[in-house]
């Protein structure tokens, strides 16, 4: 599909402002905490001791490790992101999967990330973050009749409007690419 025909596709339909920035329920990127002021390397905060901790040696649960994960993928500490991924408990769990994915994918690894967007949809076929993420690898490939499968994916899932959709939409659009 020429880019041309894609853009006819996607232009029509303005982006309105992206509804859910990816993994929160905000629509704003990760606003920095301690993990990324304070902390160095592969740690991150712990509220209840007060200091950046090592994830591996923490108590820290696995939603705290995510939102730990989401904000140094977004400050650009991609190796301390996969760091603090590979301490999580459940490395088959979709949303690990898919910040596997992302984090590879910003480091340039593109099949490495295809590899992990796979994984994150066979678990899960709905995990329309997945789906945003990977189609938005495709754009950076110039694969766009590939992300525009996806975007329509999201939206047969019912992700309309969703930051997925949008930024996906967006990205086919522009050819810019989300870093959260």
Same mark, same amino acid.
Request: hydrophobic share 40%.
């Given at each position: 599909?020429?880019?041309?025909t894609?853009?006819?596709?996607?232009?029509?339909?303005?982006?309105?402002?992206?509804a859910?920035?990816?993994?929160?329920?905000?629509?704003?990127?990760?606003?920095?905490?301690?993990t990324?002021?304070?902390?160095?390397?592969?740690?991150?905060?712990?509220?209840?001791?007060?200091?950046?901790?090592?994830?591996?040696?923490?108590?820290?649960?696995?939603?705290?490790?995510?939102?730990?994960?989401?904000?140094?993928a977004?400050?650009?500490?991609?190796?301390d992101?996969?760091?603090?991924?590979a301490?999580?408990?459940d490395?088959?769990d979709?949303?690990v999967?898919? /910040?596997w &994915?992302?984090?590879?994918?910003?480091? @340039?690894?593109? #099949?490495? %990330?295809? =590899?992990?967007?796979?994984?994150?949809l !066979?678990?899960n076929?709905?995990?329309?973050?997945?789906?945003? /993420?990977? &189609?938005?690898?495709?754009?950076?490939? @110039?694969?766009? #009749?590939? %992300?525009? =499968?996806?975007?329509?994916?999201?939206? !047969?899932?019912?992700?309309?409007?969703?930051?997925?959709?949008?930024?996906?939409?967006?990205?086919?659009?522009?050819g810019?690419?989300?870093?959260?």
């Amino acid at each position: 599909m020429r880019i041309a025909t894609a853009l006819a596709l996607v232009l029509p339909l303005s982006l309105p402002g992206l509804a859910l920035a990816a993994g929160s329920d905000s629509t704003t990127p990760p606003k920095p905490t301690a993990t990324t002021q304070s902390c160095t390397g592969v740690q991150v905060w712990d509220e209840k001791v007060q200091k950046c901790v090592d994830p591996k040696k923490s108590d820290l649960g696995s939603d705290t490790l995510y939102e730990a994960v989401r904000e140094l993928a977004y400050a650009g500490r991609y190796t301390d992101a996969q760091a603090v991924l590979a301490a999580m408990p459940d490395q088959s769990d979709d949303r690990v999967l898919t /910040y596997w &994915g992302f984090t590879h994918r910003k480091m @340039g690894h593109a #099949d490495q %990330a295809q =590899a992990f967007y796979d994984k994150a949809l !066979a678990r899960n076929p709905d995990n329309l973050l997945a789906r945003s /993420y990977m &189609g938005q690898g495709l754009v950076a490939q @110039g694969r766009i #009749d590939g %992300a525009i =499968a996806q975007w329509r994916e999201i939206k !047969a899932r019912g992700g309309e409007g969703t930051w997925a959709e949008a930024s996906l939409r967006e990205a086919i659009r522009t050819g810019a690419t989300y870093s959260y």
